[in-house]
Structure formats: structure tokens, C-alpha cells
């Protein structure tokens, strides 16, 4: 059987293998990643705008190989658009590579053509003359170390919460889709490491203050019980899954923005696990909880 050729907003693409089962615990295939991401589009791409996408590919399902793809693929449509960004250090001794920008519905569809479900982003976007700007993203990635789980991480997150409305900053809560969570904040930097430099400082803190379940340091014989809060995330050279991203466990959980009342009343892993069909009902229900990332002012960081 042909692919099926597909317009999308008058771009005209080859879609293919739409019944693989990229899920197979729950039978959730390859066509039904692309209505997600189709669906889920208003909400999602104001999020991937203007910044540099690295896609994790799964093109046998979540329990086939993956690998993650910086350098957009030559067989890409010339609408695509793309943009050079230097790689100094990278594992495949590229010094640049050409990273998709997903600005609109058929580079996302082409996007998870790919069976690309994962969509990472890093915390900066890159202008149209000035190439990489500076971060305007804060985040604090909150993983937790077994038994310890998303429960552990909103007590964490409540208190970070604290912390930052003291300087300024109000934070605004995801899960990571996976087993943790995640606070962001829109900020305004002077230098491109300051989101670093200050999300390792409040981390420490809140080490010092709650020793018994936070960890600062990054060796793994130090987090059993705890809740990491990885503030190397604000790394230039590193990314987070995007808002409303897909990720590669057994069932297609969404990394999904929460409501503060939800992080404060969470009693188990299991109330703040969201699939694909559950996150589309919240849009619906709640908008975009995301937005004020990009709508609210950004405070001096």
C-alpha cells in the first residue's frame, strides 16, 4: 500500500506506516502519535517557537532502539526551516549542526513523521539576525530517587515555589511525563550562565535547609530517598522535553503542565500520570496553564 500523501495547511507530505504500534502495551499507534500531535498543536507550538528542536526517535516504539537527531535530515522539504548552531564538543565531533525550528502544524506533523515522539528543547530561542539569545527560561528539574517518587518532588516544588516568589519569580509547574517534575519561570538574564549560576545556588540552599529529601550534587549513590533538583538544565548546551511532548514509556504519557492545587494535593505517583487523550481533555477544560511563560513579564533575574 502507497503512503498516503497528506496536505496540511497547503503543505503537501508523504505520511507513513500510520497502523505501527509505537505503544504496544496499549496498542497506540503511529497515526494516533500524529493526531495527538495535530491536536494538541495550538497549545504546543507557541512553546517550540523560535527554539532549536533535538528529536528523540523512536521508529520501532518505545521498546525498539532510539536515538536522539540534532542535524535536520536530508530528505527534509525546503520549507522546513532550520537554523546553524555551533555543537563544540559533541559527541559525533561535528562542530555545528542544523536543528529544525518547528514554527508551524506541517513542520510538527513532518516532525512526528520521523516517529520522533520525544521533543526536547533547550531554554533560549535564536533570533532572525542575532542568532542564540540569551536563555529566557528558568527550570528546575526535579528527579526522584527510588522509592521516592512525583510525591517527594511536589514537596520539593512547593518549596522552591516559596523561594522564588521571595525573589520575584513565580514558578509554574509540569510533569516531566516520566517519573519527576519540573518548575519553570520566564526570566530576564545580564549573561547567558546566570540561569545556572542561580538555579545551583537555590538548589543548594534548599539542600542545606531540607538535607533529609533534597540533593544538590549530581552523584547518583547520594539520591536514593531524595529528590535531585537538577539545576544543570539551565545549561546552554543542554535541553528539557517541551510542554505537551509525548515520552517513551509504556503508555503515551504526556509531560504535562499542572495546576498548583493539583502539586498540593498529590498523594500518589498515579494522580499525576496524564496520557495523549487525558492532556487533550485539559486543554480543553484548563487552556494552556503554560502561557504565562510567554504572556506574563519577565522579572530580572
Same mark, same amino acid.
Given at each position: 500500500?502507497?503512503?498516503?500523501?497528506?496536505?496540511v495547511e497547503g503543505r503537501?507530505?508523504?505520511?507513513?506506516?500510520?497502523?505501527?504500534?509505537?505503544?504496544?502495551?496499549?496498542?497506540?499507534?503511529?497515526?494516533?502519535?500524529?493526531?495527538?500531535?495535530?491536536?494538541?498543536?495550538?497549545?504546543?507550538?507557541?512553546?517550540?517557537?523560535?527554539?532549536?528542536?533535538?528529536?528523540?526517535?523512536?521508529? &520501532?516504539?518505545?521498546?525498539?532502539?532510539?536515538?536522539f537527531e540534532k542535524n535536520?535530515?536530508?530528505?527534509?522539504? &525546503?520549507?522546513?526551516?532550520?537554523?546553524?548552531?555551533?555543537?563544540?564538543?559533541?559527541?559525533?565531533?561535528?562542530?555545528?549542526?542544523?536543528?529544525?525550528?518547528?514554527?508551524?502544524?506541517?513542520?510538527?506533523?513532518?516532525?512526528?513523521?520521523?516517529?520522533?515522539?520525544?521533543?526536547?528543547?533547550?531554554?533560549?530561542?535564536?533570533?532572525?539576525?542575532?542568532?542564540?539569545?540569551?536563555?529566557? !527560561?528558568?527550570?528546575?528539574?526535579? &528527579?526522584?530517587?527510588?522509592?521516592?517518587?512525583?510525591?517527594?518532588?511536589?514537596?520539593?516544588?512547593?518549596?522552591?515555589?516559596?523561594?522564588?516568589?521571595?525573589?520575584?519569580?513565580?514558578?509554574?509547574?509540569?510533569?516531566?511525563?516520566?517519573?519527576?517534575?519540573?518548575?519553570?519561570?520566564?526570566?530576564?538574564?545580564?549573561?547567558?550562565?546566570?540561569?545556572?549560576?542561580?538555579?545551583?545556588?537555590l538548589a543548594e540552599r534548599?539542600?542545606?535547609?531540607?538535607?533529609? !529529601?533534597?540533593?544538590?550534587?549530581?552523584?547518583?549513590?547520594?539520591?536514593?530517598?531524595?529528590?535531585?533538583?537538577?539545576?544543570?538544565?539551565?545549561?546552554?548546551?543542554?535541553?528539557?522535553?517541551?510542554?505537551?511532548?509525548?515520552?517513551?514509556?509504556?503508555?503515551?504519557?504526556?509531560?504535562?503542565?499542572?495546576?498548583?492545587?493539583?502539586?498540593?494535593?498529590?498523594?500518589?505517583?498515579?494522580?499525576?500520570?496524564?496520557?495523549?487523550?487525558?492532556?487533550?481533555?485539559?486543554?480543553?477544560?484548563?487552556?494552556?496553564?503554560?502561557?504565562?511563560?510567554?504572556?506574563?513579564?519577565?522579572?530580572?533575574?
Amino acid at each position: 500500500m502507497t503512503d498516503p500523501l497528506v496536505d496540511v495547511e497547503g503543505r503537501r507530505m508523504r505520511v507513513s506506516n500510520l497502523d505501527k504500534v509505537l505503544y504496544p502495551k496499549v496498542g497506540f499507534t503511529k497515526g494516533e502519535v500524529l493526531d495527538y500531535y495535530a491536536r494538541i498543536a495550538p497549545v504546543l507550538l507557541p512553546h517550540l517557537q523560535d527554539r532549536p528542536l533535538t528529536l528523540k526517535r523512536y521508529p &520501532d516504539g518505545v521498546e525498539g532502539a532510539s536515538f536522539f537527531e540534532k542535524n535536520v535530515s536530508r530528505h527534509a522539504p &525546503d520549507w522546513v526551516r532550520t537554523v546553524r548552531i555551533e555543537t563544540p564538543g559533541s559527541s559525533r565531533g561535528a562542530e555545528k549542526a542544523d536543528y529544525a525550528l518547528v514554527q508551524d502544524l506541517p513542520t510538527l506533523v513532518w516532525v512526528a513523521n520521523l516517529a520522533s515522539l520525544e521533543l526536547h528543547i533547550p531554554q533560549w530561542t535564536v533570533g532572525p539576525r542575532d542568532g542564540r539569545r540569551d536563555p529566557d !527560561l528558568l527550570v528546575f528539574d526535579l &528527579d526522584p530517587g527510588e522509592p521516592a517518587t512525583i510525591v517527594e518532588c511536589c514537596e520539593v516544588a512547593l518549596r522552591l515555589r516559596e523561594e522564588l516568589a521571595e525573589d520575584g519569580i513565580e514558578a509554574h509547574p509540569k510533569t516531566s511525563g516520566s517519573k519527576g517534575m519540573q518548575l519553570y519561570a520566564p526570566v530576564r538574564v545580564r549573561s547567558a550562565d546566570r540561569t545556572r549560576t542561580y538555579a545551583k545556588e537555590l538548589a543548594e540552599r534548599l539542600e542545606r535547609a531540607m538535607p533529609e !529529601l533534597v540533593v544538590s550534587r549530581m552523584a547518583k549513590n547520594l539520591r536514593p530517598h531524595k529528590v535531585f533538583i537538577d539545576w544543570s538544565q539551565n545549561n546552554t548546551q543542554k535541553t528539557t522535553v517541551a510542554p505537551y511532548s509525548l515520552r517513551a514509556r509504556p503508555e503515551p504519557t504526556v509531560s504535562t503542565p499542572l495546576l498548583w492545587d493539583e502539586v498540593a494535593e498529590c498523594e500518589s505517583a498515579a494522580d499525576l500520570v496524564f496520557t495523549a487523550d487525558e492532556v487533550l481533555e485539559r486543554v480543553e477544560e484548563h487552556g494552556d496553564l503554560f502561557a504565562p511563560l510567554r504572556t506574563e513579564e519577565p522579572p530580572k533575574l
